[in-house]
């Protein structure tokens, strides 16, 4: 394997390890803060990971692209004066962004509370957007040492590092919150406050793993820096110029789905309120939709662009060579995998929303209808993430900015009038439209400039869509069998049957898309040796 795939492969797994963990934390949390509690939760988040975005500003992979490169022609120089003047920068971008947000607070508040019968007050809103934004002090700098490492061929230190962060963070999130309201019996507002506030502290564990690598590093490192003549060095105006070209389509990419939820955010409560609900409703129902549902919805997301996003480095390979049909060739088989995984995955999800919703969080009729209405959104997050990723490949990463901005615009202009026609139901829709605007760009810019044509992923998808029929209609009809002999009416049984009823559709998915040779094709022959293994196929 070569230092190149070793390392993306490196950085995936601690990516996607990380990912999951900040998926199914969520689940153990809702139980400590309960549901009236844990919107509070969801406000100070999205607008944390949004400063957040702009603060790092794509940095590690800006960094690692401009140490890589400038390394290669022997300037070994740059990159040192690059995380030498980067560091001071970092810092400052980072107390920047933390005084902003502190400043910024209390206006979201105001935007958000639409009335005063909402579930949270302005201030207890403007208290926790201030207690998260400690944390932008320190991931800035954090995130330019990783680039830096990666810049070396030092994947490791990014992927542990991630892994730690998001470990502390947890720990001091479920522990923080528990102890406040088991064991000190505060109020669980406050248990909040103390959860967000775990986002600093996890930074610190991060900050503490790449100081480890650091040390263990820095004198293989050293050894081929040699300080350049100062008529030699690159000037700064030049060093950031490049960094910023790299960095800021990678921005985009990052805010797509936080830029979604912000628009819902700012408008949700009062085109809720002004549609006909009740003002006391609109915080659960949007913690509902943008926080409940969609950590359920995303699992499948990061599965699948897991499997699908490990092709992408081939395509940049391939592209950079001139060799279209290859390029083909990988653009098929990424968006096969992710549909493969992520159209029967949602489809499901759909079908099982009643027992999934009671199981991880409590039983809810509305919660139901907001998780199987949301679920299939799961195939346009996906789309979404590996078209964004190809057009990087191929350097075309000016148009990720262009079709985000035309995806959220749609999404900003429908969202507030079909909020007030269909509800919660009508967020969901706006947000569809919106990505699938976005995605529709992304596609026809990789089909020029790739001369990509669909033919063979066409018949494909439409053979997987088929095949999630015959899944679905297994699902439901078990499903019907088994709530016709005795309701889910507890926890347990929600998860026995949606264990049972997912089991029926991975057998049924699996063993049609095995015979019919879909699933080698697609998942590789270390799928079948595993099947023998397992003694499922002779």
Same mark, same amino acid.
């Given at each position: 394997?070569?230092?190149?795939?070793?390392?993306?492969?490196?950085?995936?797994?601690?990516?996607?390890?990380?990912?999951?963990?900040?998926?199914?934390?969520?689940?153990?949390?809702?139980?400590?803060?309960?549901?009236?509690?844990?919107?509070?939760?969801?406000?100070?988040?999205?607008?944390?990971?949004?400063?957040?975005?702009?603060?790092?500003?794509?940095?590690?992979?800006?960094?690692?692209?401009?140490?890589?490169?400038?390394?290669a022609?022997?300037?070994y120089?740059?990159?040192? &004066?690059?995380?030498?003047?980067?560091?001071?920068?970092?810092?400052?971008?980072?107390?920047?962004?933390?005084?902003?947000?502190?400043?910024?607070?209390?206006?979201? +508040?105001?935007?958000?509370?639409?009335?005063?019968?909402?579930?949270?007050s302005?201030?207890?809103?403007?208290?926790?957007?201030?207690?998260?934004?400690y944390?932008?002090?320190?991931?800035?700098f954090?995130?330019? #040492?990783?680039?830096?490492?990666?810049?070396?061929?030092?994947?490791?230190?990014?992927?542990?590092?991630q892994?730690?962060?998001?470990?502390?963070?947890?720990?001091?999130?479920?522990?923080?919150?528990?102890?406040? #309201?088991?064991?000190?019996?505060g109020?669980?507002?406050?248990?909040?406050?103390?959860s967000?506030f775990?986002?600093?502290?996890?930074?610190?564990?991060?900050?503490?793993?790449?100081?480890?690598?650091?040390?263990?590093? &820095?004198?293989?490192?050293? +050894?081929?820096?040699?300080?350049?003549?100062?008529?030699?060095?690159?000037?700064?105006?030049?060093?950031?110029?490049?960094?910023?070209?790299?960095?800021?389509?990678?921005?985009?990419?990052?805010?797509?789905?936080?830029?979604f939820?912000?628009?819902?955010?700012?408008?949700?409560?009062?085109?809720?309120?002004?549609?006909?609900?009740?003002?006391?409703?609109?915080?659960?129902?949007?913690?509902?939709?943008?926080?409940?549902?969609?950590?359920?919805?995303?699992?499948?997301?990061?599965? +699948?662009?897991?499997?699908?996003?490990?092709?992408?480095?081939?395509?940049?390979?391939?592209?950079?060579?001139?060799?279209?049909?290859?390029?083909?060739?990988?653009?098929?088989?990424?968006?096969?995998?992710?549909l493969?995984?992520?159209v029967?995955?949602?489809?499901?999800?759909?079908i099982?929303a009643?027992?999934?919703?009671?199981?991880?969080?409590?039983?809810?009729?509305?919660?139901?209808?907001?998780?199987?209405?949301?679920?299939p959104?799961?195939?346009?997050?996906?789309?979404?993430?590996?078209?964004?990723?190809?057009?990087?490949?191929?350097?075309?990463?000016?148009w990720?900015?262009?079709?985000?901005?035309?995806?959220?615009?749609?999404?900003?202009?429908?969202?507030?009038?079909?909020?007030k026609?269909?509800?919660?139901?009508?967020a969901?829709?706006?947000?569809?439209?919106?990505?699938?605007?976005?995605i529709?760009?992304?596609?026809?810019?990789?089909?020029?400039?790739?001369?990509?044509?669909?033919?063979?992923?066409?018949? &494909?998808?439409l053979?997987?869509?088929?095949l999630?029929?015959?899944?679905?209609?297994? #699902?439901?009809?078990?499903?019907?069998?088994?709530?016709?002999?005795a309701?889910?009416?507890?926890?347990?049984?929600?998860?026995?049957?949606?264990?049972?009823?997912?089991?029926?559709?991975?057998?049924v998915?699996?063993?049609?898309?095995?015979?019919?040779?879909?699933?080698?094709?697609?998942?590789?022959?270390?799928?079948?040796?595993?099947?023998?293994?397992? &003694?499922?196929?002779?």
């Amino acid at each position: 394997m070569s230092s190149l795939m070793k390392g993306t492969a490196i950085l995936t797994i601690g990516l996607f390890l990380s990912k999951l963990l900040g998926l199914v934390y969520i689940f153990p949390f809702y139980a400590i803060v309960g549901e009236e509690n844990i919107g509070l939760y969801n406000y100070a988040y999205i607008p944390y990971n949004i400063m957040l975005s702009i603060a790092i500003a794509g940095l590690p992979i800006a960094v690692s692209k401009f140490v890589s490169k400038y390394n290669a022609l022997g300037d070994y120089d740059a990159g040192r &004066r690059l995380v030498k003047t980067g560091a001071l920068f970092m810092t400052l971008t980072g107390i920047v962004a933390f005084i902003i947000m502190n400043l910024l607070a209390e206006p979201i +508040a105001n935007i958000v509370i639409a009335d005063d019968e909402q579930a949270f007050s302005v201030q207890q809103i403007t208290d926790v957007i201030q207690w998260v934004s400690y944390a932008l002090i320190v991931v800035p700098f954090m995130s330019l #040492v990783r680039g830096y490492f990666q810049g070396y061929g030092h994947y490791l230190p990014t992927s542990v590092s991630q892994l730690i962060e998001q470990i502390v963070r947890i720990v001091f999130l479920l522990g923080g919150a528990f102890l406040v #309201v088991n064991v000190f019996e505060g109020d669980k507002i406050t248990a909040i406050n103390v959860s967000v506030f775990a986002a600093f502290l996890g930074a610190l564990g991060g900050l503490a793993t790449l100081f480890y690598f650091w040390k263990k590093l &820095r004198p293989e490192i050293k +050894a081929v820096q040699v300080v350049a003549p100062k008529q030699h060095q690159l000037p700064y105006s030049e060093m950031y110029k490049e960094i910023f070209k790299y960095s800021i389509p990678v921005v985009f990419v990052g805010l797509g789905s936080s830029l979604f939820q912000l628009v819902d955010m700012l408008t949700f409560n009062r085109a809720m309120i002004a549609g006909g609900e009740p003002a006391d409703v609109t915080d659960t129902y949007f913690t509902m939709l943008n926080l409940l549902t969609q950590k359920i919805v995303m699992i499948p997301v990061v599965l +699948a662009t897991g499997f699908s996003m490990a092709i992408i480095p081939t395509v940049t390979k391939f592209f950079t060579e001139g060799n279209l049909r290859s390029v083909h060739g990988a653009i098929d088989k990424t968006y096969q995998i992710l549909l493969f995984i992520t159209v029967p995955a949602s489809i499901g999800i759909a079908i099982l929303a009643e027992d999934l919703y009671h199981f991880f969080f409590e039983y809810s009729e509305m919660g139901t209808q907001v998780l199987s209405h949301y679920a299939p959104l799961a195939i346009l997050f996906g789309l979404f993430s590996v078209t964004a990723a190809i057009l990087q490949g191929v350097d075309y990463q000016k148009w990720v900015i262009f079709s985000l901005l035309i995806g959220l615009f749609v999404k900003t202009i429908l969202n507030t009038p079909l909020i007030k026609l269909l509800s919660v139901d009508g967020a969901i829709l706006a947000t569809a439209i919106g990505y699938i605007f976005t995605i529709v760009i992304n596609i026809f810019v990789i089909n020029e400039v790739t001369n990509y044509k669909m033919k063979v992923a066409r018949r &494909r998808i439409l053979l997987i869509l088929l095949l999630t029929v015959f899944m679905a209609i297994a #699902v439901s009809l078990t499903h019907l069998a088994l709530t016709a002999i005795a309701p889910a009416d507890t926890k347990l049984m929600a998860l026995m049957y949606a264990v049972i009823c997912a089991g029926i559709g991975m057998v049924v998915y699996g063993s049609i898309s095995y015979k019919l040779g879909l699933a080698q094709l697609l998942l590789g022959e270390k799928l079948t040796k595993l099947m023998r293994k397992l &003694r499922l196929v002779k």
